[in-house]
């Protein structure tokens, strides 16, 4: 290259370029071959691509698998309390330590550019998120529900819910804790192991248990209200005491309230009497609203 801002011309021959990058966006690769050069360059970050509008980049780095990404000194350095992890004292070309996939993520965590269409392993993310603080780089600044990076992590949320919810926890992301702690109502508390713990700490392994706990006690003092009683000898308390026992013992915390009057319902079919099944289910509607009422996300 005769400088670091030179133009590249389109390429037939891809093959040396990974096959994430080959996936089109508008018609276009996000990868191009530069000129006379085995290194490659992300559309996104090229020279004219404006990532920051009408403002030409001024710093390029390099990954370790050959990728230029052409950023913006100015955006870098206000995001990182290190510097950049001090590459932004150099000047030309700056070598990162980082493969394409992991500097790629970060940087457009960075410029807040969305992600999603290069569709990252989850695996990927995770790592890069992790390697935010090398970079000086803040999660939990980085990662709000405003923001691209919050979104697709998010999304992963429904597949992958325990490992989301370590590592908001583990960088203190604490919105995205909260919405991901709704999806491990069904988690067995019991598979968190001692790394898995440390990499949480303490104050979010107890948020996410407390979450469990206090929605069971919840449920049972929602079931301590009996329907009235009839005196007619059907003993409709007698039929919801024992529905409600089983179904205590029984549930776990992802309960749903359909499946709530389901299991209690049955026990409604040996009354006799249809006072008391109208009383038994009146009663079961309103138990079955003052649990859906309860908080399925654990508390900040």
Not at 51 to 59: D, Y
Not at 218 to 244: E, F, T, Y
Request: aromatic fraction near 8%.
């Amino acid at each position: 290259m005769t400088s670091e801002f030179t133009a590249w011309n389109d390429v037939d021959d891809h093959d040396n370029i990974a096959p994430w990058s080959l996936k089109g966006l508008n018609g276009s690769p996000y990868q191009e071959l530069m000129d006379g050069d085995d290194c490659s360059v992300l559309t996104v970050f090229h020279p004219t691509a404006y990532a920051i509008p009408s403002v030409s980049p001024n710093i390029v780095l390099k990954s370790s698998d050959r990728v230029l990404f052409y950023s913006h000194r100015s955006l870098l350095d206000k995001a990182s309390n290190n510097v950049f992890g001090k590459l932004l004292v150099n000047a030309g070309i700056v070598p990162v330590d980082e493969d394409s996939h992991i500097l790629n993520i970060i940087l457009h965590a960075v410029y807040n550019l969305p992600i999603a269409p290069f569709d990252p392993p989850f695996d990927v993310l995770v790592s890069a998120v992790d390697h935010f603080p090398l970079y000086g780089l803040s999660p939990p600044t980085l990662i709000t529900p405003t923001k691209c990076l919050f979104a697709l992590l998010y999304s992963h949320a429904p597949l992958h819910p325990m490992e989301v919810y370590m590592l908001a926890a583990h960088h203190n992301i604490d919105a995205l804790a909260v919405l991901v702690s709704g999806h491990l109502l069904s988690y067995n508390m019991r598979r968190i192991t001692e790394d898995m713990a440390e990499r949480m700490g303490g104050r979010y392994v107890k948020r996410l248990v407390f979450l469990h706990l206090q929605r069971m006690a919840v449920l049972k003092d929602i079931l301590c209200v009996r329907p009235q009683a009839h005196g007619c000898g059907s003993d409709s308390q007698r039929a919801w005491a024992l529905a409600a026992a089983r179904v205590v013992d029984e549930a776990k915390p992802d309960l749903s309230p359909p499946l709530l009057v389901a299991s209690m319902k049955r026990s409604a079919s040996n009354l006799t009497c249809k006072l008391c099944r109208g009383q038994f289910e009146q009663a079961l509607i309103v138990a079955a609203g003052a649990w859906s009422q309860v908080k399925v996300e654990a508390s900040h």
